[in-house]
């Protein structure tokens, strides 16, 4: 079993930045690939972005490519997202969200994860 809980969202300008984080507790945190999802307003949950296990491939939806960072410190059992260049449409609430290794489903896929987070929510102004 793992535990996920984010920290980090807020009220912030457009063009400002925000870090989210993703505290795990639980199995061996290493073993996991560990993606963050969104939920906008009157939306869809949507992906965001991805890290595998090994922390050496990360991908991203269109959307947030080059404005944010996918990271992980296995020190510290914590996953990361740098968000910067913030825009109104980044307004959602986002979920950290962890896979076992061999998932067979797609890593953008929201079926393919195993455990949640409860969500930190992020509103961007304009």
């Known amino acids: 079993q793992v535990q996920l809980v984010e920290s980090g969202g807020g009220l912030v300008q457009a063009g400002g930045s925000l870090r989210l984080s993703c505290a795990a507790s639980?199995?061996?945190?290493?073993?996991?690939?560990m993606a963050w999802f969104r939920q906008g307003p009157g939306k869809e949950r949507e992906f965001v972005a991805v890290i595998r296990w090994s922390g050496s491939t990360t991908s991203y939806t269109d959307s947030v490519r080059g404005r944010f960072t996918i990271s992980k410190d296995t020190t510290k059992n914590t996953v990361y997202l740098q968000m910067n260049s913030l825009k109104p449409e980044d307004t959602a609430v986002y979920y950290c969200?962890?896979?076992?290794?061999?998932?067979?489903?797609?890593?953008?896929?929201?079926?393919?994860?195993?455990?949640w987070g409860q969500g930190t929510q992020v509103t961007v102004s304009s």
């Open positions: 969200a962890a896979r076992r290794l061999g998932g067979a489903l797609p890593l953008f896929t929201i079926d393919g994860y195993d455990y």
């Open positions: 639980g199995r061996t945190f290493s073993s996991y690939d």
